[in-house]
Structure formats: C-alpha cells, structure tokens
C-alpha cells in the first residue's frame, strides 16, 4: 500500500520545483542519489548517500509507514558502512574527509549512527580505507589495505588507529594514532581476541598479521607499545589464521606457506619491558601444509590442536608436540568442531566435522580417545546431491550446505543425516535469518523472493510488483521486517513481516523527496 503522504508530496513537488522554469534534467527529482547498499539498524532502513554527504533514516516498522525519514548529515568522502557487531542499532560509517587542497577541508572521521538518527564522530588525519571491530563491537582498529595509495604527498602504510567506542571522542587519546613496528611488511589482518588470562589477570589483545611477524596490542592500555615478534625471519609464511587459547594464555598461528603451527606464550616479562607480557615462541608439526587449525580440551581439561590437510587431520598434544595423524576417506580444507551426540553415542562429547567446498562428501571425527583409536572414530557421508560451495552452521548442531549451482541440503550433525531440498535459483547469495531460522532468496533483477522456513523445511515465495535491486533484513523486537529495495531515484522499497512473509506486501515510495523543499 502507497503511503498516501509521501504520494501526494511527489506530485506537489514535481510542481513545485519547476514552478519558476528549470530545465527538467536539472530538476533533483532527476538527480540520481550516489548510494551504498542500504543497511539495517533497529526499526530503520539507512541509505547512504556518498555524494550528498547524508544519510536517509527510514522507520520501516510503522503501522501507518508515514513517519518522516530523518536526514542526517556526515562527513565528506564516505568510503563504507558496517552495523556495529552487539549492537543492533547502530551503524558504522568510515569517511575518507575532504583533504588540504579542497576548499572546505574536512578531518576523515568514523561516525556512529544509531537509529534515532543521532551520529557521533571520532576525528582523525588519516585516510585509512579498512575498518576491523571486536565481536562486541566495543574497539575499532583502523588501518590501510595491504595495496592502499593515498592522495596525500605522504604515506604511512604502518599507521593505525585504536578506537574504544565506549569512551566518547578525545583529541589525541581517543582514537590514539600509532605506527607499529615492522620488519618490511605491511598489515594483511586484525583480529581480536576475547578475554584471555595473561599473566594472571584477564586482558584483550588485538593481533596483527604480517606475511611473517605479529604484532600485539593491549586494548587494556593502548599507551603501550605494541610487541613485534617475528616469527619466521628467512622465508614467507602468508600467516593467515590465528586461535586463542584463553586458558593458557596462548596464541597460535597458521600460515598458508608453512607445515608448522606457531605457538606464542604470554608470560611475565623480563623487568626492563614495560609491557605486562612478552611472548615466547614455540613450533609445532601441523602436518603437511595445514589449510586449517582449531584448538579444544580434552575430558582431562588437556590442550590440544586439530590440523586439516587434505586427507589427513592431525591431533597434536600441545604439551608435548606429539601428533597423531588419522587419514581421512575423503579430502577436506576445513574443521568445525561442536558438542554433540551421534548415532552410536547419547552422550555430549566433542567432535569434529571434516568439509572442503567443491565436494560432495563430508567426515565426522569422535575426538574421544581419537589420539588411540584413530581412524575408528572416523564416519564419512560419500555420494551428497551435488557438491556444496558453502557450509553455514546453524543453531543446534545443524547446518546448511549450499550447492554448486542450485538446491541445498540440511545437514544434522548428530544423527548425521543429511536432508536435500530442491531451488531452480543459485543460493550463493541466500541470506540466513537466525532469528526466525529463515533461509531467504532474494536475486537481483528478481520479482520474486523465496524462503524456506528451516524449522519444518517448507519453502514458500512471494511475488513481488517490481524488481529487487537491493535486499536487507531489518531487525525489531516487535515487528521484524524484510525490506526489498527498487531502483528509482525518488526512493520506492516493498515491505514484508519477516514473521509471516505470506501476508500482503506493503510500499512506500518519495521517501529520498521528504523535506526537499525545506
């Protein structure tokens, strides 16, 4: 259903901006908005307008959908937007500012946009391109892509900037600007840690990766200096993937040119550091090229490693470096390791699901007495419908596997059965909605939007009165909605009740016209 005032307000404008005479390819009702992808926070849809330097804040879960969108102005240069991990109702948005040699210059900035349409910016002189959060979304690094240039006559590929975004903006202190330490390489990745005991006392790191060295940051004390540890000095290792263990106060580190598993130690420092830890570096035998590694404890609360390769997964006691290798039926690239049940045991153990993209088997690993009985606790599904590109864990020891080309499969990784379901679509860019354990396919260029209700496997569509150019989920504690976006300048999107998606559709439209006049 047409919102009846922003209706009347589209053909009052069209009147009223020319009322003088204007040229009609100059009139805004022509100017086409340069938007991103729009986003979701709380109740609202968010289109950023990088052009105009603005954001459109949509309320979507109004009854009578006659809200008025909130304009909200942001700096210049808006490179991109991501919804800030914890927090359903805030957005977070990187700009690059306008530089010395504009003629309004502006400092780059990260804004924080909540869905009353408030937004608050932390100032700063660098143009980083590459925004990392924690998993509760309370630090942000900022920093360059590994193959970033810059505009600027100078350059720092090594400069960062540490974030607390529950700490309100402050010159120099918040963000803290610093240059890590190198040994001639650039920044590939960060990631955070969780709580860690180090030391005895709980703290949260950020880690760095390098080709071959690490760089480790306090987030208890950002005044520190980061510690620079190299972990291969002769050759590249492309580190790739780092595991916490939050127990021992350790790190591991994989890289995609190495056969070994690297090992840092926290320990307590010697007295002429004045960090709280410095690391000790051990190496441990992944196998042959390990393509991925995960950490578990054993019934004796015993550290242990699980490496994959090929057709070969490896255990690897941490104490010790002993390794027990156990060939696999079928190839894998990747572990997930869950809690679980299976058909021979009622009892929750920990296991380990072996998978490679591309393939059409999968393996199940018993890591109960793995390290004596080896293959043995080794079960394989051979011959699935079809080869998987992608496999998403899901609530209760479920998961999804998307097929090569069409259909997907339902996989129960406690009775180990696996349950195909038909699409005449590709399902690569399907969306999965935890909240109402929802599967929804909404195609470009589509007029139609599918679902499969994952609780019963019933799969069911809506058609829709024109074609989806963008799709986003918008999440509410009363009236959760899917929104499906049409390409027009004036602002045209399709609503549907994300609870019951078979209920009638309703439209709003002129949404980008609300206030022009004004």
Not at 19 to 43: K, M, T, V
Not at 226 to 238: A, F, H, K, M, N
Not at 255 to 275: E, F, K, T
Not at 440 to 457: E, K, R, V, Y
């Amino acid at each position: 259903m047409l919102s009846t005032r922003l209706s009347l307000q589209i053909g009052l404008l069209a009147a009223a901006l020319c009322l003088g005479g204007c040229d009609e390819a100059s009139s805004p009702l022509n100017e086409r908005l340069d938007l991103l992808a729009p986003h979701a926070i709380n109740d609202h849809v968010v289109f950023i307008d990088k052009k105009g330097d603005q954001a459109f804040v949509v309320n979507v879960t109004d009854a009578e959908l006659n809200t008025s969108p909130s304009r909200v102005a942001l700096p210049q240069g808006v490179r991109s937007a991501t919804s800030r991990n914890g927090h359903s109702d805030q957005l977070l948005i990187l700009a690059a500012g306008a530089g010395a040699t504009s003629e309004s210059p502006e400092r780059a900035a990260l804004t924080v946009l909540d869905s009353s349409g408030i937004a608050e910016s932390y100032e700063f002189d660098s143009t980083f391109n590459v925004l990392s959060q924690s998993s509760d979304g309370r630090f942000v690094i900022l920093s360059y892509s590994e193959n970033a240039t810059s505009e600027s006559m100078l350059f720092n590929p090594l400069e960062i900037a540490i974030i607390d975004l529950d700490v309100p903006f402050a010159e120099g202190t918040n963000p803290r600007l610093r240059t890590l330490r190198s040994f001639g390489d650039s920044p590939k990745k960060v990631i955070f840690s969780p709580e860690m005991t180090i030391t005895g006392e709980t703290r949260r790191l950020a880690v760095v990766l390098f080709d071959r060295d690490v760089a480790l940051l306090d987030l208890g004390d950002t005044t520190l200096p980061d510690i620079t540890v190299p972990v291969s000095e002769s050759r590249s290792l492309g580190l790739s993937q780092v595991e916490f263990d939050t127990v021992e106060g350790q790190i591991y580190l994989r890289g995609d040119s190495s056969d070994d598993i690297y090992v840092l130690s926290l320990v307590v420092p010697d007295a002429s550091r004045v960090n709280a830890f410095q690391p000790s570096r051990t190496q441990l035998d992944g196998g042959s090229n390990p393509e991925d590694i995960a950490l578990y404890r054993t019934g004796d609360d015993e550290s242990r490693v699980i490496s994959v390769s090929s057709f070969t997964a490896t255990i690897i006691d941490a104490g010790t470096s002993r390794t027990y290798p156990i060939g696999l039926d079928s190839a894998a690239s990747r572990v997930l390791l869950f809690n679980g049940e299976s058909p021979f045991d009622a009892n929750l153990e920990e296991r380990a699901l072996f998978y490679k993209p591309g393939s059409q088997s999968l393996s199940f690993l018993d890591l109960d007495d793995a390290e004596e009985r080896g293959h043995r606790n080794l079960q394989t599904l051979t011959g699935l419908q079809g080869s998987y590109s992608k496999l998403i864990p899901l609530a209760d020891n479920t998961a999804l596997l998307i097929h090569t080309g069409t259909g997907l499969s339902l996989l129960d990784m406690d009775e180990r059965t696996v349950t195909p379901i038909g699409s005449s679509q590709s399902l690569g860019d399907a969306t999965f909605d935890a909240a109402h354990q929802t599967l929804w396919l909404a195609p470009q260029g589509s007029n139609t939007i599918g679902f499969l209700d994952l609780t019963n496997s019933h799969p069911g569509e809506v058609a829709l009165d024109d074609t989806i150019d963008n799709f986003v989920m918008v999440p509410s504690e009363t009236a959760p909605k899917l929104v499906l976006t049409h390409d027009t300048n004036l602002g045209y999107m399709t609503i549907l009740n994300a609870s019951d998606p078979g209920s009638s559709p309703s439209a709003l439209r002129g949404y980008f016209l609300d206030g022009v006049l004004q």
